[in-house]
């Protein structure tokens, strides 16, 4: 018998609408990489930030997959994007 030890779930997608999905959808672009150019114009102005790309000539703001938004809002604290309340 090969069948012993936990046997995944199945059909078990868990959808949880955290402000990191919610980010996520928003912005639509999603990354797998860092890029050095923008994915809506192909500006090489473009602002690298912990979580996204941001680009000075267009506007568009690209999330990068798989990076912490926790870094991202550090970043933001400190470049006083946000201010801390
Ligand atoms: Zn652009």
Do not use: D, W
């Not at 980010?23 to 690298?48: I, N, Q, W, Y």
């Amino acid at each position: 018998m090969a069948e012993a030890g936990p046997r995944p779930a199945r059909g078990t997608k868990v959808v949880l609408l955290t402000p990191e999905r919610m980010l996520a959808r928003a912005s639509r672009r999603f990354l797998t990489e860092r890029t050095s150019a923008c994915v809506k114009c192909g500006s090489r102005f473009v602002e690298h930030e912990p979580a996204f790309i941001h680009c000075r000539y267009c506007g568009a703001i690209a999330r990068i997959a798989n990076r912490s938004l926790l870094e991202q809002e550090e970043f933001e604290l400190r470049s006083g994007l946000r201010v801390a309340s």
